[in-house]
């Protein structure tokens, strides 16, 4: 037993060994102020040199200060302002002539911005949307002061209410408006027209007619008003448009533009849609019921991880072809290709610091860093081939560089039987004083029987007992009678002479106040002294804890202390309906007294 | 170009921009719905608390118009439980777009969670005349309905529900009105629908064969179980079913070195210990079945079968005492089993209080309708009281239960058992037990593989019963019978409950009905 686990151990250890030692550690960076995620990491050979550099559209600490990174190695070779967070980075190229430079593509609010050897080139903006046209003859109208706020305001809520096309972010706010507001507003905006303007959620591209890795690529750009677009690569025309039921979030597509292509959009209601090109409209759905957190296509396969920490294998037509339970949630998701050896996995970074490459269903290597990953990027960097950046929430950046002997084989992760069936069970010990009892029991068992037996019937009668009598003499501090049911509990404090005894009484009918209560204290007279022995007590309401407090004086400096009585009595009966007994402490506020 | 480029970048950042309308007197409007990619984002990624700070800005920039981001942030409040607050913030964002079946189902979704069923069904209805082809507002509806009580409509919305798109989800709750009808079979037919269409859902796995573990169709119960747990090998109650089914066949180590995952994972589980000590028990190891059930009992005092177990273990320890205190603690929670009253009886007759024992023989004789083994001790004692007239009549008693359950099942009884029968009946000089005849023609060959030759046919849904006829008789025979039998008898099998299924399978439901009680 003892020699399986140490055994078990031992591959367990060289197992992980041999994991990282597909890896090299190329750079650590913990403090490399890097925040932002897989959608803007990009590796690209900017500036046609054969020199990889990564490009990364950081969203800064809090996500404050928007920069555009370009990274050489372990250095930022620029760093530039952005004027809005970026969604989401693509490079890709625009034309065919040489020399062959990919174009750098930042979205980013309303707008795509291009840069070209780093430099501004283009800024593309989201068509205006088409206005209601009911609310831009409202607007008309309140232009040529036809119309007064009030009914303006009126006209525009029965709009919101019922049209398909949603107001203008102009409406909305007047909508918000106080009355005396309005007419203000309505003068300073009235000659404007109404806009409506949509945002970039995600971007990804689209090869445009030929398959070659340096083919030309259209942008597909997924906006908040729930449609894609797919742009010219040139001209930055709209080639393209399809709706979506949702709002997108992730986009993975394949083939080309002008012969045929898939496209899934992961979207916000937890679906996945699946158009191709000749469809305006999703022809197949996948309904997750949970939100997707990542989307990448591994040959032919769309793998979806969950934000139930699940990896789910999808076919191109929906159909789920396998699920993986991971060990903590995933945070993000990219594709790992290594073309030398055909190879194409997904890696998905966890909460727990894990990064995990799977194809389809089996593990294939474990790379943990230090901290929970944020964004993941596999492929060429620098001058070399596979190399694997990662950033982790505290804005660490983390290189590694995959050794060239290195060969992925399934089984690289856990496999057989799960570690803990190793570990011992956590048994109770059994102890000297167990063995003795277990032996006298089995030697005097009746005499043991008989006498517990008996001390039992005992305790009875004496519970019993005291119970009648409590009963009998209304000594309980809870009076269940159906006129008067009341509780009653009672606090002392202060170190002494003097104590403050605070009664709390309470009606506990659901309705009835009670009238005419009387609290009357037995005490000793020779020990303590009491302002008032006895009082009347004031209408309770049902419900409601009442205070009474009086204080308690000691008179006796030789640390006695006795048992005053409390009785609640009615007006007129001799019994009372309930009573306390409160052990006073010690004074031990003498020696100064 | 350089020219053109420099043109191009003056107007890139946006400072410059937006200056220049900030210059005028109408200011232009921010795009509403500027970061709820960002909003979206952080929330999938369970980064609450970025969420929120981006949440906060953007609704302070849009002066509380962004529907999402109050959406989101309902979301969050859910998540932390909040549920009122989420509640509200639903309703703001249904306000704000009233067309939406989205909104609308999340406001329900809260009234759910607050218990208001009957509010969450209408606001359910309204969004399904928005959106009629969304399983999930059919399913909700379908599971409001169960708490509801209105099973039949459940029933149909969740079968609309399977018709618009399948889900496992789905399927699970339409298993549960089975059960909660009682329909065993119905319940099966649904989950095996389910395993079809999801094949590697542990969780539906594992509940068609605490199913079938249930109807005591044991070969699929196992096949199931060991499905599940192929594709997750730790889990809990796949384990703990499988491993109480290796128990009843006595694989003991087997099921220990199953259970250690258990122990691993869930360390606090009382059914766990329970199993484990009755594992022990099995090997002999009675002080650590003593040691494993006390934690069981520690973890659940209120669990009768732990408390029934130690009662037991107790026993053939010899421990009279401790084993009362344990019976009648089960007793107390589970007064309707004539066997428990049995075994107290046992514990009784050792402690010398006759009286008693035969008050509680007479509770249990009352009580149990199959098990000839309580006739049969009843039957000893009287006759070591004297009394041959009612040992006889007890005796028969037996016979009958024996001859009905020959009947009923190929079931075979324990030699221990009919020995002592044999031995009884010789001295009551009822001549040859007839009744056998069949058994006794090799008990030895069944000592040890009693369970596991016959394993399908034998075993009893609780499996305690068997078990207990093996205790039972070893109890038996501590009394010293006149004709000198008796001795030091062994324990064959011991009490392997499976325990967990009965929680896991009946457990949902009848916490459901509970629920539907409280309204």
Redesign the interface.
């Known amino acids: 037993m003892a020699a399986a686990s140490s055994s078990d151990s031992d591959s367990g250890r060289a197992e992980s060994s041999e994991a990282s030692s597909k890896w090299l550690d190329a750079h650590y960076d913990p403090m490399a102020n890097i925040h932002t995620f897989s959608a803007c990491l990009e590796l690209a050979d900017l500036h046609g040199d054969g020199e990889y550099k990564l490009v990364v559209g950081d969203l800064g600490p809090g996500g404050q200060q928007p920069r555009l990174k370009v990274l050489k190695g372990p250095t930022v070779l620029s760093e530039s302002p952005l004027p809005a967070l970026p969604a989401a980075a693509a490079t890709f190229l625009m034309e065919q002539h040489e020399p062959r430079t990919p174009a750098l593509a930042l979205a980013s609010g309303p707008c795509v911005y291009v840069y070209k050897n780093l430099r501004p080139y283009f800024k593309f903006s989201l068509p205006q949307l088409p206005p209601n046209p009911l609310e831009q003859d409202l607007w008309h109208q309140a232009k040529e002061d036809r119309i007064d706020p009030l009914t303006l305001k009126e006209m525009l809520e029965g709009i919101r209410e019922k049209a398909e096309v949603p107001l203008s972010a102009q409406s909305l706010r007047f909508l918000q408006l106080e009355p005396s507001e309005m007419e203000a507003f309505v003068n300073q905006h009235k000659s404007k027209s109404i806009r409506r303007q949509t945002v970039i959620t995600t971007m990804t591209t689209l090869k445009k007619n030929l398959a070659d890795e340096d083919a030309v690529s259209c942008l597909v750009l997924g906006t908040e008003n729930k449609e894609l677009l797919v742009l010219d690569p040139e001209a930055f025309t709209v080639l393209a448009k399809m709706s979506l039921p949702s709002v997108p979030v992730f986009l993975e597509v394949s083939g080309q533009f002008d012969v045929e292509f898939r496209l899934a959009a992961a979207c916000r209601n937890g679906n996945i849609y699946i158009l191709r090109r000749d469809s305006k409209r999703p022809r197949y759905c996948i309904e997750l019921s949970a939100q997707p957190v990542g989307l990448v296509r591994v040959h032919k396969v769309l793998v979806v991880g969950s934000n139930r920490d699940s990896l789910h294998g999808f076919t191109h037509k929906g159909k789920r072809l396998w699920t993986v339970q991971m060990p903590a949630a995933i945070l993000t998701m990219n594709l790992l290709e290594q073309r030398s050896r055909g190879l194409q996995a997904v890696m998905a970074g966890l909460a727990n610091g894990e990064v995990r490459i799977h194809r389809d269903k089996a593990l294939l290597s474990v790379v943990r860093t230090p901290d929970a990953v944020t964004s993941l990027c596999f492929g060429r960097y620098g001058r070399e081939d596979h190399t694997l950046i990662v950033t982790t929430r505290g804005g660490g950046l983390i290189i590694k560089i995959l050794k060239r002997t290195a060969v992925f084989v399934e089984g690289g992760g856990e496999a057989g039987p799960p570690p803990a069936q190793a570990m011992k069970l956590n048994m109770p010990r059994k102890t000297r004083l167990y063995v003795d009892q277990t032996l006298r029991e089995r030697e005097a068992g009746t005499a043991m029987h008989r006498a517990f037996q008996a001390d039992l019937y005992l305790l009875r009668l004496r519970a019993a007992r005291a119970y009648a009598q409590a009963l009998e003499s209304s000594l309980s501090p809870v009076s269940a009678t159906a006129r008067e049911p009341l509780k009653l509990h009672a606090v002392v404090q202060g170190l002494g002479p003097t104590f403050k005894l605070t009664l709390h009484l309470q009606n506990t009918s659901t309705a009835r106040p009670i009238l005419g209560l009387l609290v009357c204290f037995l005490y000793n007279e020779g020990l303590y002294a009491l302002p008032r022995a006895f009082f009347k007590v004031p209408l309770l309401v049902p419900g409601l804890s009442y205070p009474l407090e009086t204080f308690v004086e000691s008179l006796r400096d030789k640390g006695v202390s006795d048992i005053i009585k409390v009785l609640v009595l009615r007006e007129g009966q001799s019994a009372p309906l309930l009573s306390a007994h409160i052990n006073m402490p010690a004074s031990e506020g003498l020696a100064a007294a | 170009m350089a020219e053109q ?1 420099l043109v ?2 003056t ?5 410059a ?1 937006s200056l220049k309308p900030r210059l005028k ?2 200011p232009e ?10 909003i ?2 952080h ?5 609450y608390e ?1 969420c929120k ?2 949440i906060k800005e953007q609704l302070q920039e ?4 962004c529907e999402y981001a109050i959406y989101v942030q309902a979301l969050i409040f859910r998540l932390e439980g909040n549920i009122q607050e989420s509640l509200e913030l639903f309703q703001t964002c249904a306000v704000l ?3 939406s079946a ?1 909104n609308l189902k999340q406001v329900a979704r809260s009234l759910f969670l607050l218990g208001k069923h009957k509010a969450a069904t209408e606001v359910y209805n309204e969004a399904a005349k928005l959106n009629q082809k969304d ?2 507002i059919c399913h909700n509806l379908g599971v409001c309905y169960i708490y509801l009580k209105q099973l039949d409509k459940a029933q149909d919305q969740l079968h609309n529900a399977l018709h618009l ?1 399948r ?1 496992d ?1 789905t399927y699970i709750m339409l298993g549960k009105i089975h059960l909660l009808e009682g329909d065993l079979d119905k319940a099966i037919e649904i989950y095996k629908k389910a395993v079809e269409f ?1 094949p ?1 859902n542990t969780e539906l796995l594992t509940t068609l064969g605490l199913l079938y573990l249930q109807l005591g169709i044991y070969q699929k119960a196992f096949e199931h179980l060991g499905n599940a747990l192929t594709y ?3 889990n809990y109650k796949a384990i703990l079913a499988a491993g109480s089914m290796m128990q009843t066949h006595g694989d003991f180590d087997v099921a ?6 258990v ?3 869930v ?1 606090e589980s009382p059914p766990l210990w329970n199993n ?1 000590g009755m594992c022990f028990f099995g090997k002999k190891k009675y ?2 079945a003593i ?2 059930l ?2 069981a009992n520690y973890l659940a005092p209120f669990d009768w079968k732990i408390l029934y177990n130690l009662g037991l273990v107790h026993l053939t ?6 084993a ?1 205190h344990f019976l009648s603690a089960a007793i107390n929670f589970q007064p309707k089993m004539g066997e428990l009253y049995m075994l107290l009886a046992v514990a009784l007759t ?4 006759t009286e008693n024992a035969r008050r509680a023989y007479t509770e249990a004789v009352r009580l149990d309708k199959c098990n000839p083994l309580v006739n049969l001790n009843y039957a000893v004692l009287l006759y070591n009281q004297g009394e041959e007239r009612g040992a006889l009549a007890q005796y028969q008693e037996m016979e009958k239960k024996v001859n009905l359950l020959k009947d009923s099942s190929s079931l075979e009884f324990d030699p221990e058992m009919v020995e002592m029968a044999q031995k009884l009946g010789a001295a009551l000089q009822v001549g040859e037990a007839l009744v056998w005849t069949k058994p006794v023609k090799d008990p030895k060959s069944k000592q040890r593989t009693t369970s596991t030759s016959k394993a399908a046919s034998f075993q009893q849904p609780l499996g305690s019963n068997q078990a207990l006829g093996q205790a039972m008789s070893s109890a038996a025979a501590y009394r010293k019978l006149p004709s000198g039998a008796g001795g030091t008898s062994q324990l064959t099998r011991p009490p392997s409950l499976p325990l967990e299924p009965e929680p896991t399978v009946e457990a949902q439901p009848t916490e459901a009905s509970a629920q539907i009680r409280e309204k």
């Open positions: 480029r191009t970048r107007q890139f950042p946006a400072s921009e007197k109408a409007f921010p795009i509403l719905e500027k970061q709820n990619w960002l979206h984002l929330y999938i990624r369970k980064d970025a700070d981006v849009t002066q509380g118009l777009s009233p067309q989205d399983w999930e798109n889900h989800l999801s590697e997750d090998p730790t220990l070195t199953k259970y250690r995952v122990a691993c994972a360390p484990i002080v650590a040691s494993c006390k934690r320890m010899q421990q009279y005492a401790s009362f050792n402690l010398e209080d």
